[in-house]
């Protein structure tokens, strides 16, 4: 099983670029997906992004998982 979790870049530099995992900010190669930016969401599997994400979608997701962590 795999697990891939989104996070927003906040800084690049060449192919790796800091990205925020709601506080938990980790150093990412993100070689494998072309055109990365700062402010945007990328899927992130054993310390690569996997994908970029739509920004709209993943606030859904955070909301989704914050409301079932306090259940």
């Known amino acids: 099983m795999c697990l891939a979790i989104p996070g927003k870049v906040?800084?690049?530099n060449g192919s790796i670029a800091l990205?925020?995992?709601s506080g938990i900010v980790k150093?990412?190669?993100i070689s494998l997906v072309k055109?990365?930016?700062?402010g945007?969401?990328?899927?992130?599997?054993a310390g690569f992004a996997i994908e970029?994400?739509?920004?709209?979608y993943?606030?859904?997701m955070q909301?989704?998982?914050?409301?079932?962590s306090k259940n």
């Open 10 to 12: 906040i800084k690049i």
């Open 19 to 21: 990205v925020d995992f």
């Open 27 to 29: 150093e990412i190669n």
């Open 35 to 38: 055109g990365v930016k700062v």
């Open 40 to 45: 945007e969401y990328v899927m992130v599997h």
């Open 52 to 56: 970029k994400m739509d920004n709209e």
């Open 58 to 60: 993943v606030k859904e």
């Open 63 to 68: 909301r989704y998982l914050n409301k079932k």
